[in-house]
């Protein structure tokens, strides 16, 4: 039986004060008065601090929460701060950083830039203040599908600010998209030669990017586990001649460094964000860069660029036809990988998996869904799907925005069936088509469980799942759903299918997803929060993952010439 989730609210900066709450003029004048740099470094010092991004973690702990209250207020704020650190509710948390970057981005750098640190006594109420303005007005709306696609709308940001994943997972998935899954694509599907569209688009090829962002984020692991308990990292930057110790020449090293890092003089003009958790531009640039040394600004970001490059820049470096075929061709490659994962990792006698499964007899030999899984007596249908939500939807929230999202992603479609009514038409057909038309497999299957799995985020997300089924069941006869033979559609990420990979090892898919359906029937809650077999974090039992990670390091060690 899972523990329910346990939801705990943050502490605002008005509660320790008694006062009004925090606007986004008294926050963006409060910090106008440091120097962007040396605010940023300070951002970057408390990530390590903190240890924000290992294991996914991204709240201090409690001992580090009362070790630095004291620290990091003013005194007379500093003892009604410890009374509410001491109830266990987050005080120092990642996104309250993230908020703070992103301001501090936007607002215009001093004449006297000197990178030098913020006093520590207002790095409390600094923190507090940025935490305050994480939130939007919820609005109140009518109609089942809209108060469930408001939610999805408010908690979608939340969602993402305390973030389930592992920062070296996100990187170590595109890597394995980019040598092990388009390699294994049939050679039809192999539309686009992302290596040459990379070189093209940066003007260097991309395993020395991957490997520079992999080098990058050992420093930043490094310093977070050599870091002593409550001890304040020196400085926290990654010094240039670090890579004196390579054989990159100082040109490659630069043009590397510029795709990843800001400087001063990079930030954007002053522009509204589409909702408080919109780091779009932090995303694009997690390492600020001054003088001789660089500072990551946020781990899980900065290993999240190589997917970002080989994706999103490559991507609006093309014209428009060619850009929506690219994001067509990632999906055959996202599709690929959870065909890979069950490969690896399922075990076979309880998942029994069928990529690409198609009717027969059938005039156009058309797929029955993008997979299927035979778990005794059950099947579970499965349909991947990108799954992306653009900045101005995900940010925005607004439930208009969101629900056309969901219809057009994963509900209709807007030229062909997609998701929700691909999943319908392939049960409707195996409960009609006579048994010569269909796979031998499906003979005798007495239960049906249909997936959807996304590759962002959202799959796992609050009311995605609640809403997802609601559509599912609208289109199904009451005489159907009395049959009791299909389950609720689930759905979920693909960074939740890598967290139940060490289930999936020795328990059937359909337990697990029957395990989520009973623990939270309404499906309103996100997927690990609702189950017994997965939990947030690092994925455990990976040990084709750990495998190629080994590989990637005596990579590096030989194309970078490094000795440690």
Partial sequence: MAQPPEMRTWINFNEITGG????????????????????LITIARLSILFKFGIDA?????????????????PPHLAHRALQFAATGNPMFFQAQLRYLAAEAMRLNPQPLENGRTIPDVVLGPMLLGAGELLYRNHVQVTE?????????????????????????????RCYIFLTIIIPRLPENLRTFDVWELFEKTFGFPLKLYYLFLYAF?????????????????????????????????????????????????????????????????????????????VYCLDYEYGLAKLESGVLWRVAKSLPG???????????????????????????????TFYPGP??????????????????GKTAVLIEAKLGTCAAEVRYSGDYVKFREFLEDKLVAGTDRDIGVAQLLKAIANIKTFAPEQLPEYLAGIKEIIPLIITKDDIGSSWMTNAYLNARFQQQRTDEDKKKGDVLPLVSMSVSTLERAL???????????????????????????????????????????????????????????????
């Fill in 217 to 293: 984020s050992m420093h930043a692991l490094i310093e977070r586990n050599d870091l002593q308990q409550n001890t304040v990292p020196a400085d926290g930057g990654l010094p240039i001649s670090w890579f004196n110790k390579t054989i990159l020449t100082p040109e490659q090293v630069s043009a590397m460094f510029d795709t990843v890092c800001c400087k001063l003089e990079d930030f954007p003009e002053k522009k509204k964000a589409h909702g408080f958790a919109d780091f779009e531009f932090l995303k694009d640039h997690p390492y600020f860069r001054i003088g001789n040394s």
């Fill in 144 to 172: 089942d599908l809209n108060i469930m696609a408001n939610i999805v709308a408010d908690f979608l940001p939340t969602y993402e600010i305390d973030s389930m994943n592992d920062g070296f997972i996100l990187f170590l």
């Fill in 358 to 375: 198609k009717y027969l007899k059938a005039r156009d030999q058309k797929p029955i869904c993008d997979a299927i899984v035979i778990c």
């Fill in 20 to 39: 009004p709450r925090v606007t986004q003029d008294d926050f963006r004048t409060a910090i106008e008065r440091f120097p962007t740099s040396g605010l």
């Fill in 502 to 564: 060490a289930a999936l090892q020795e328990t059937a898919l359909s337990d697990i997803l029957r395990d989520r359906i009973v623990e939270d029937p309404f499906l309103g809650r996100p997927f690990e929060a609702a189950s017994t077999y997965v939990h947030r974090g690092t994925p455990r039992k990976v040990f084709r993952h750990i495998e190629i990670l080994q590989q990637l390091t005596e990579e590096i060690q030989v194309d970078f010439g490094m000795v440690e």
């Fill in 321 to 351: 036809k060619q850009r929506l075929a690219y994001f067509g061709f990632w999906g055959e490659v996202f599709e690929e990988y959870v065909n890979w994962l069950f490969e690896i990792y399922a075990d076979k006698e309880k998942n």
């Fill in 57 to 73: 973690n991204t709240v201090a702990s409690h001992e580090a929460t009362m070790h630095f209250v004291p620290v990091m207020f």
